[in-house]
């Protein structure tokens, strides 16, 4: 056994099932790097200070769920908050959710006006979203 817990290859089938394995965590890796919401500029949320993407799709019973990443730790943490938040819901309660609640939650204490006006960006686009996902 060599360092990484592998012993030599002894047979064709082996070499098989470690090239499958190779091209497996290659394509994992290939989507990650080519994750859409890091790349298609149409899931961009519009005016946050930081690069934010949030994706929405709608499941069979008609409940929204949503995806998205961003460049900057906190906007990172303020995205997926919305997400746990949010998915799940159909798009009336999701557009039903009142900006009010950052302020009721003790969020606007914490941040800066410019992640504020983020954070209800991000909440506003989710709405978008949620009612374009469920029109399609």
């Known amino acids: 056994t060599n360092l990484i817990g592998y012993s030599k290859i002894r047979s064709y089938e082996e070499v098989i099932v470690v090239v499958a394995v ?3 965590v290659v394509i994992i890796i290939v989507k990650i790097i080519n994750n859409p919401t890091r790349t298609n500029h149409s899931f961009q949320v519009p005016g946050c200070l930081s690069t934010v993407y949030v994706v929405a799709v709608k499941d069979e019973d008609g409940k929204v769920f949503f ?4 460049d900057a730790l906190i906007t ?4 997926n908050l919305l997400i746990r938040g949010l998915s799940g819901y159909s798009v009336e309660e999701i557009v039903a959710v009142k900006p009010e609640f950052i302020q009721e939650a003790g969020i606007t204490q914490s941040l800066t006006p410019g992640r504020n ?3 209800l960006n991000m ?3 989710m709405k978008k979203k949620a ?3 469920t029109r399609e």
């Open 22 to 24: 190779v091209v497996v």
């Open 67 to 70: 995806r998205g990443d961003s």
């Open 76 to 79: 990172k943490g303020l995205v």
């Open 117 to 119: 006006n983020g954070f």
């Open 123 to 125: 909440l506003n686009t």
């Open 131 to 133: 009612v374009q996902v």
